[in-house]
């Protein structure tokens, strides 16, 4: 029986790779320079400094410019609340959110379930959901149906097996 998985990854070199470009475009840009403004990349957070809130902000744009041309889709990026630092700087926490959740998992089984289409059934695996279903039509039509859900995770749909 045809099947496919549907998980929810990042790209963590394509991550690294659009940090260092924000970091490389704040250290040369002119309303950055001698403000003290840095992102640092360790394991699935990204911390950003700066002193300023709209400093901040500023950063955040171009963190986000670089990961969208990076194609790292922004729905795997959690911002934590702005905190407060000394002398008036200010840092954020940017967490990146990989695997689907148990409550993810359980909106995409209930969509495919309410598709109502015959033979198909889903399952979650961990931190992916196994979709199975008698007809490779079926499962393309589950795959569109998913892609035009507003779900709060960027979803890769693989392994798709006849």
Do not use: C
Request: charged share 30%; net charge neutral.
């Amino acid at each position: 029986m045809p099947s496919f998985d549907v998980t929810s990854e990042v790209d963590l070199q394509e991550v690294r790779n659009a940090v260092d470009q924000a970091s490389r475009e704040v250290a040369t840009r002119f309303d950055f320079k001698d403000t003290g403004a840095s992102l640092e990349l360790k394991d699935h957070e990204i911390t950003l400094h700066a002193p300023t809130e709209d400093r901040l902000r500023a950063l955040v744009q171009v963190l986000e410019e670089k990961l969208v041309r990076r194609q790292v889709s922004l729905k795997a990026v959690a911002f934590a609340k702005i905190e407060e630092g000394s002398r008036g700087a200010v840092r954020q926490v940017a967490t990146l959110n990989a695997g689907i959740s148990s409550e993810n998992a359980k909106k995409i089984n209930k969509l495919v379930k309410d598709l109502g289409l015959k033979g198909v059934s889903s399952q979650t695996q961990g931190d992916q959901v196994r979709v199975i279903g008698k007809k490779r039509d079926d499962l393309q039509a589950v795959i569109a149906e998913l892609k035009a859900a507003e779900l709060d995770i960027p979803l890769q749909f693989g392994n798709f097996r006849d």
